[in-house]
């Protein structure tokens, strides 16, 4: 096929040698399959940021560094500059995170480097050596739900335990390959330490899949991963291969009220005493 205007500079610096057809478009990217060599890999074009549905939510940039001081206060202006870094900034989190959840040995396309905009990375590829299917494409038997399921959430804890959550997880974003599933989409992975949306996301992400798999396996619907994981976590006891049972047991101790108002209470007087002495201060001088 012709070469893609975004691709010719990877053609041009020897890192593609040829396109070789479209694979999927979605309100992210672009995702063309690619000669490199003898191997055949995926090219993502990330869209221009005007040309693009997915909102940069708030939630998921909170906890991200920015290792530049001069970058992270044009960030936070409504400049062009500054709108252009924030840009740059969130495309970049897809690749940090990549290579970062490859080193920490979880399932996702290897990266091999970010041009421009254009992310290249391994080609996902079923037993026939074709781009595998989501797992929204396949229907599958108890057996495989029951297995999948369990693969997927060891990875989702091989992510937090590197400090990550997907934080956008679903039937659409994991792909099967020969061996089984694997993770990708990844621009709005989230802080687990630095987050305060960290829990909620992570139960959201775990939930997606207990409802997907539950289709083909009810008795999954039951599990409650997600809290059983966070708890890991929060505690400092969640490890990357850390065993799980798929219960929580809830805390169904009932608050003390009086001692909670007693609380609210001293801490309202100790405000007022603060200010009393502000006051005092300010009339003294």
Known sequence: ????????????????????????????AQVYVVRCGDEKRCAKVFKEAQ?????????YQEGRKVRNTRRARAMGKKTRYGQKEQEDAWLNAEVDALYRLAAAGVRVPEPFGFVDGVLLMELVADEDGK???????????????????????????????????????SEFNVLLDAEGPVIIDLPQAVNAAGNNSAQRMLERDVDNMRRYFGRFAPELLTTD?????????????????????????????LANVDELLEVIDAAKEEEWERQERMRDDDSDD
């Open 1 to 28: 096929m012709k070469t893609p205007k975004r691709l010719q500079p990877l053609v041009d610096d020897g890192l593609v040698d040829e396109v070789l057809y479209q694979l999927m478009s979605g309100k992210e």
């Open 51 to 59: 040309k693009r549905s997915f909102k940069q939510a708030v939630e």
């Open 131 to 169: 781009a595998a299917p989501r797992l929204d494409d396949v229907i599958l038997t108890p057996e495989q739900a029951r297995d999948y399921h369990g693969q997927v959430i060891a990875e989702v804890v091989r992510m937090l335990a590197a400090g990550l959550i997907h934080g956008d997880l």
């Open 225 to 253: 991963y997600g809290k059983e994981i966070w708890s890991l976590y929060e505690s400092g006891r969640l490890y990357p291969d850390s065993k799980l049972t798929g219960c929580f047991e809830h805390d169904t101790t």
